[in-house]
């Protein structure tokens, strides 16, 4: 078993940026894509950004412009820059990974705990 830890979320004004990151905690092979999701309460998880392990991105619409997903695959981390955050945006944010334990292990996915992203109007 491996965890995920977030790190980043905070209260912000509107207009301003935030980068969360995430990052394995305990040693693993390697990891395939990465994700952030988010999920305000009452409503379905949301797939907010997804990276390859090539760099390939992809955004759901309502960031797309404002929110960049990055990883870094030495430090097994994924980062999501936050611009021009709004208050909708106000949630929790959730990191996924498709994680290899070891190098004869099958992809699992693995989720953390979530950080709370704040924005006031």
């Known amino acids: 078993q491996v965890q995920l830890v977030e790190s980043g979320g905070r209260l912000v004004q509107a207009g301003g940026s935030l980068r969360l990151s995430c990052a394995p905690a305990g040693s693993i092979f390697s990891i395939n894509y990465m994700r952030w999701y988010r999920q305000a309460p009452g409503k379905q998880r949301e797939l907010v950004a997804d990276i390859s392990r090539d760099g390939i991105t992809s955004y759901t619409d309502s960031v797309k412009g404002r929110f960049t997903i990055s990883r870094d695959n030495a430090k097994n981390t994924v980062y999501l820059q936050m611009n021009s955050l709004k208050p909708e945006d106000t949630t929790v944010y959730y990191c996924?990974?498709?994680?290899?334990?070891?190098?004869?292990?099958?992809?699992?996915?693995?989720w953390g705990q979530g950080t709370q992203v704040t924005v006031s109007s």
């Open positions: 996924n990974a498709d994680v290899k334990l070891r190098a004869t292990s099958s992809l699992f996915m693995y």
